[in-house]
């Protein structure tokens, strides 16, 4: 999200727009989409929180799960964008600056409102997080450990946690499976693989390799090129269990 | 006293609006309210409970509503921690419920590969009829997030399995339960609030 519209970049940069927020929501519950998750990409880089009136009215037309990311950096924004119709909040670069923050949320609402977003890519022989990755001039790696973050974010009360591997994002040349087993394996919570998705066998590899609990994508889906049906039909043959 | 078809009781859990937007989807008036001659004068009545059970029925107690509820012989639909409220005791905070419908809840052993939460979209699978699940197939999908469950019992029409059968959908009289979010279960759910609201 970014200024009212649906936008997708590629490793983060270059953005441009895919279409309008309501339309795509209602094309995706349609589709059989499992839950949505919006990212206001620039609400951490220019230091605000989430805009909630466009939560309400996705709220209004979506029936399934969704998420909503940008900036949320108190527990009072959190309780404005669930009271707004939100199923949950991903913290990201607040949780960052103030992991304390993570704690407060799942203390306040339960922990199974509480996702962590974390945008981690190879470094040093391991990974390392990186902030504020929604502004190509701000994004830094915080030199921290991808598997400690990991680790402590569900000490503090993260129900769940969406690992956005940058190097794979937007390129659709399949998920990390490698970064995202190591994740797995310290990882208790519901893992949601993110960045790489370019065809079916994509997912049906994340799942069967990483072991992970749910598949996030966008470019394949915002460009047509797989349809969300189909998806899940071929990983129904696959033997991995989806809702039709 | 009040021209609502439902009136959803304000248990005080923060996301009341994705449940008064499915019951605008159906075109259904809802009133929120925490009001005891509101809720008793209701043609029907929604208990929903994000958050705590021991808050919720604080709650409750505070409003004067623990007797009103009890006393309902109108339809009510308890959501998630709303249908826990209906059994006699949680688990959860050591709570006294609303005992409309026997039994204790408990908490969800957590398991490798089975974290607790429950979240996520599961199965339905019916044990009895019941008019709230008219036209939806056997083996439906529906959105759950909850620790704690009800046991399957004489009150369970359907049940859902996460490491075991639990109870997924309770009725006892005018009492009717949902351990899962019928206004985030798609098609499927949007059916349910729908039969709720023809009894």
Same mark, same amino acid.
């Given at each position: 999200?970014?200024?009212?519209?649906?936008?997708?970049?590629v490793?983060? &940069?270059?953005?441009r727009?895919?279409?309008?927020?309501?339309?795509?929501?209602?094309?995706?519950?349609?589709?059989?989409?499992d839950?949505l998750?919006?990212?206001?990409i620039t609400?951490? /880089?220019?230091?605000?929180?989430v805009? =909630?009136?466009?939560?309400? !009215?996705?709220a209004?037309?979506?029936?399934i799960?969704?998420c909503?990311?940008?900036g949320?950096?108190?527990?009072?924004?959190a309780?404005?964008?669930?009271?707004?119709?939100?199923?949950?909040?991903?913290?990201?670069s607040p949780?960052?600056? !103030? /992991?304390?923050?993570?704690?407060?949320?799942?203390?306040?609402?339960?922990?199974? =409102?509480?996702?962590?977003?974390?945008d981690?890519?190879?470094?040093?022989?391991?990974?390392?997080v990186?902030?504020?990755?929604?502004?190509?001039? !701000?994004?830094?790696?915080?030199?921290?450990?991808?598997?400690?973050?990991? &680790?402590e974010?569900?000490?503090?009360?993260?129900?769940e946690?969406?690992?956005n =591997?940058?190097?794979?994002?937007?390129?659709?040349?399949g998920?990390?499976?490698?970064q995202?087993?190591a994740?797995?394996? =310290?990882?208790?919570? /519901?893992?949601?693989a993110?960045?790489?998705?370019?065809?079916?066998?994509?997912f049906?590899?994340?799942?069967?390799?990483?072991?992970?609990?749910?598949a996030?994508?966008?470019?394949?889906?915002?460009?047509?090129e797989?349809?969300?049906r189909?998806?899940?039909s071929?990983l !129904?043959?696959?033997?991995?269990e989806?809702r /039709? | 006293?009040?021209?609502?078809?439902?009136?959803?009781?304000?248990?005080g859990?923060?996301?009341?609006?994705?449940l008064?937007?499915?019951?605008?989807r159906?075109?259904?008036?809802s009133?929120?309210s925490?009001?005891?001659?509101?809720v008793?004068?209701a043609?029907?009545?929604?208990?929903?409970?994000?958050?705590?059970?021991?808050?919720?029925?604080a709650?409750?107690?505070?409003?004067?509503?623990?007797?009103?509820?009890?006393?309902?012989s109108q339809?009510l639909?308890?959501?998630c921690l709303?249908?826990?409220?209906?059994?006699e005791?949680?688990e959860e905070g050591?709570? %006294?419920?609303l005992?409309?419908?026997? *039994?204790?809840v408990?908490?969800?052993p957590?398991a490798?590969?089975?974290?607790?939460? #429950?979240? *996520?979209?599961?199965t339905?699978h019916?044990?009895?009829?019941?008019?709230?699940l008219?036209?939806?197939?056997? *083996?439906?999908?529906?959105?759950?997030? #909850?620790?704690?469950a009800?046991?399957?019992?004489?009150?369970t029409?359907?049940?859902?399995?996460?490491?075991g059968?639990?109870?997924?959908?309770?009725?006892?009289g005018n009492? #009717?339960?949902?351990?899962? #979010?019928?206004?985030?279960?798609? %098609?499927a759910?949007?059916?349910?609030?729908?039969?709720?609201?023809?009894?």
């Amino acid at each position: 999200m970014r200024d009212g519209q649906v936008v997708k970049g590629v490793r983060f &940069r270059d953005h441009r727009v895919v279409g309008d927020i309501l339309a795509l929501a209602r094309r995706y519950r349609d589709a059989g989409a499992d839950e949505l998750v919006f990212y206001d990409i620039t609400a951490s /880089p220019e230091n605000r929180s989430v805009d =909630c009136a466009w939560v309400s !009215r996705v709220a209004e037309v979506l029936d399934i799960p969704f998420c909503v990311a940008g900036g949320v950096s108190t527990v009072a924004q959190a309780e404005a964008v669930l009271g707004a119709g939100a199923e949950k909040i991903s913290v990201n670069s607040p949780a960052l600056e !103030r /992991p304390q923050l993570i704690d407060e949320l799942a203390r306040r609402f339960g922990a199974q =409102c509480v996702v962590v977003g974390i945008d981690s890519q190879a470094a040093d022989g391991g990974y390392h997080v990186h902030q504020y990755t929604g502004d190509a001039g !701000r994004a830094r790696d915080t030199r921290r450990a991808t598997l400690e973050w990991v &680790r402590e974010v569900q000490q503090r009360g993260a129900g769940e946690i969406v690992l956005n =591997c940058m190097a794979a994002d937007g390129v659709r040349a399949g998920y990390d499976v490698d970064q995202l087993g190591a994740v797995r394996a =310290c990882c208790d919570v /519901p893992l949601v693989a993110s960045g790489g998705a370019g065809t079916a066998e994509h997912f049906a590899t994340v799942f069967a390799a990483a072991g992970v609990d749910a598949a996030l994508a966008a470019s394949v889906f915002h460009s047509g090129e797989l349809e969300i049906r189909s998806l899940k039909s071929f990983l !129904r043959a696959q033997g991995i269990e989806v809702r /039709p | 006293m009040s021209l609502a078809d439902v009136v959803i009781i304000d248990s005080g859990g923060a996301n009341l609006a994705s449940l008064r937007f499915a019951l605008e989807r159906l075109g259904a008036r809802s009133v929120v309210s925490a009001e005891p001659a509101v809720v008793a004068a209701a043609a029907r009545v929604l208990l929903p409970g994000v958050g705590a059970a021991a808050d919720a029925m604080a709650r409750l107690a505070a409003a004067g509503l623990i007797g009103t509820v009890r006393a309902l012989s109108q339809p009510l639909l308890g959501i998630c921690l709303g249908m826990q409220l209906l059994y006699e005791h949680t688990e959860e905070g050591a709570t %006294t419920g609303l005992g409309l419908i026997p *039994g204790t809840v408990r908490r969800i052993p957590a398991a490798a590969g089975r974290p607790v939460p #429950h979240m *996520g979209w599961n199965t339905c699978h019916a044990l009895r009829p019941d008019s709230l699940l008219a036209g939806i197939k056997d *083996g439906e999908y529906f959105y759950f997030v #909850h620790s704690y469950a009800a046991p399957v019992s004489a009150s369970t029409s359907a049940t859902t399995d996460y490491g075991g059968p639990l109870a997924a959908v309770v009725e006892r009289g005018n009492f #009717h339960g949902v351990q899962f #979010h019928p206004e985030r279960s798609g %098609t499927a759910g949007a059916r349910v609030l729908r039969n709720f609201l023809e009894f």
